[in-house]
């Protein structure tokens, strides 16, 4: 079955650590997407990319970094400059004007 | 700026209830509006896309409609079930600027009594 892959389901860091959340999709979709979500905030854009080897930030990119050296792999780094990492971290894909298709989830904290 | 709201932010029903969810958008220039489904510590399903020039879609016993000039979207849950109760959110895709960009609302969160 398609679909798209997080892993970790959950993740824990100590402060000041790095940690990277992996994101895999056999879709064959162009797009893909990292978005964090908090309680009460709906979700918010971090980074996406509409091919590979090239990404945009988007609304809140700052202390996170990712890459796109494959089609099918969208790593997120959580680095130690961003202030408040512990949330729910969603990946997404999409091709043309199709559905944006989500995967589970990682869920990080960070103490 | 595109904004997008949704209210009620929740909503609690009995079981076997007609339900309508609203989704309002502030820009009319939009390619489509997608309605998800998300369940507790999981992520985003999609339930229905509309395209900017559809009025609506139906998948069982859910129909979305969509009004651009009004800015307006409703999700309509007909004779609605326990298992249906889960966070309800709406994305707008806009034509202008980065286009892939997609819009959330905050979501509705549907708890149906049994």
């Known amino acids: 079955d398609g679909g798209i892959t997080q892993s970790p389901k959950y993740l824990f860091r100590k402060e000041g650590q790095n940690v990277t959340l992996s994101c895999e999709q056999n879709?064959?979709?162009?797009?893909m997407y990292w978005y964090r979500q908090d309680p009460g905030q709906g979700l918010r854009l971090i980074y996406y990319s509409q091919i590979v080897n090239d990404f945009q930030k988007g609304d809140i990119a700052e202390g996170y970094s990712v890459s796109r050296e494959k089609k099918e792999s969208f790593p997120l780094t959580v680095t130690s400059a961003q202030k408040n990492p512990t949330a729910f971290y969603l990946c997404?894909?999409?091709?043309?004007?199709?559905?944006?298709?989500f995967g589970n989830g990682t869920r990080l904290t960070v103490t | 700026k595109q904004e997008v709201t949704q209210i009620p932010a929740a909503l609690s029903v009995p079981e076997g209830e007609n339900l309508v969810l609203n989704c309002s958008f502030t820009?009319?220039?939009?390619?489509?509006l997608q309605w998800f489904r998300q369940d507790p510590g999981k992520g985003l399903t999609s339930l229905l896309l509309i395209q900017s020039s559809q009025r609506e879609q139906t998948s069982g016993r859910l129909n979305a409609s969509l009004d651009k000039s009004s800015g307006r979207s409703t999700l309509y849950i007909a004779a609605s079930q326990p298992g249906d109760s889960a966070t309800y959110l709406c994305?707008?895709?806009?034509?202008?600027?980065?286009?892939?960009?997609?819009?959330f609302g905050t979501g509705t969160l549907l708890a149906v009594q049994p």
């Open positions: 997404a894909s999409m091709e043309g004007n199709s559905p944006l298709h």
């Open positions: 994305a707008v895709r806009p034509t202008g600027g980065a286009t892939n960009k997609l819009i």
């Open positions: 820009d009319s220039a939009i390619y489509n």
């Open positions: 879709l064959n979709h162009d797009a």
